[in-house]
């Protein structure tokens, strides 16, 4: 059973950089087909989808939402099981809940927090002064 967990900073700055890590166990970020996602949920608003990681053989594929990608950026470290979401510039408008997720194949047209595929927790992540 693949378990997910997030971790990183609760409060960030306005104009700073959000760095959050997502700890995979239980399955290898390089297993081919899954994508390894970042979705937040700011208050009162819905799921959104922010970015992607796909391994096809040997090779990765970065996929980010249009609107966010000139502050987006997600990496990786295969030898921890990791991968990293940054989010620069951040303003109050970026505060929200942060899940890492796994899915199988494609992103869910429907997010919806635990189904269709491996998620984690969730961080609550504030962006004030």
């Known amino acids: 059973q693949v378990q997910l967990q997030e971790s990183g900073p609760g409060l960030v700055k306005p104009s700073q950089t959000l760095s959050l890590t997502c700890t995979v166990s239980g399955g290898s970020i390089t297993t081919n087909y899954y994508y390894w996602s970042w979705i937040r949920q700011p208050p009162g608003k819905g799921l959104e989808w922010i970015a992607h990681?796909?391994?096809?053989?040997?090779?990765?594929?970065?996929y980010y939402r249009p609107s966010l990608k000139s502050r987006t950026s997600i990496s990786r470290d295969t030898s921890k099981n990791q991968f990293t979401l940054q989010l620069s510039s951040v303003t109050p408008e970026d505060t929200a809940v942060y899940y890492c997720?796994?899915?199988?194949?494609?992103?869910?047209?429907?997010?919806?927090?635990?189904?269709?595929?491996?998620w984690g927790q969730g961080t609550q992540v504030t962006v004030s002064s």
């Open positions: 990681i796909a391994y096809s053989g040997s090779t990765y594929t970065s």
């Open positions: 997720a796994r899915f199988l194949g494609r992103i869910p047209n429907e997010l919806r927090v635990g189904a269709s595929g491996d």
